[in-house]
């Protein structure tokens, strides 16, 4: 290799490195146990069975795999498991979730968990 492609290769990384810098690039969510995640949500709005899934009288446990920003909103909710007529309204409520921010040293860190409801009729 050259010193001139060396050069060029060492500017180009301390430019990668830079923009990550100032973009904001950050490591990956936090993870947190559920229980942890329940007791720091301060609004959490229960699923309402759908009217479909109470005919048909479905009981039974969803999960969902739920990423929170550093100010406690909740930006993305994955369905893991569960019946979908019922996941549908579980996703639905934890997206109106609002979470105290979860915390690294002094600055507060997207952190992401995994919350399961239980459905009985």
């Known amino acids: 290799m050259t010193q001139r492609k060396r050069c060029h290769n060492h500017a180009l990384g301390a ?20 229980g942890q995640a ?7 709005p229960a699923p309402a069975i759908s009217p479909m899934a109470r005919q048909l009288k479905l009981s039974g446990r969803v999960e969902v795999r739920v990423q929170i920003e550093a100010d406690g909103s909740v930006s993305k909710v994955k369905e ?5 007529l019922l996941l549908q309204p579980a996703v639905a409520a934890v997206k109106k979730w609002k979470f105290s921010p ?3 040293g002094d600055k ?4 992401s968990t995994t919350l399961s409801f239980d459905f009985k009729q």
């Open 15 to 34: 430019s990668l490195l830079a923009l990550a810098l100032t973009t904001g690039a950050t490591a990956s969510p936090v993870d947190v146990p559920e």
């Open 38 to 44: 329940k007791k720091a949500a301060i609004e959490k």
């Open 80 to 84: 893991l498991s569960g019946n979908p």
């Open 102 to 104: 979860f915390t690294e």
């Open 108 to 111: 507060a860190v997207e952190a």
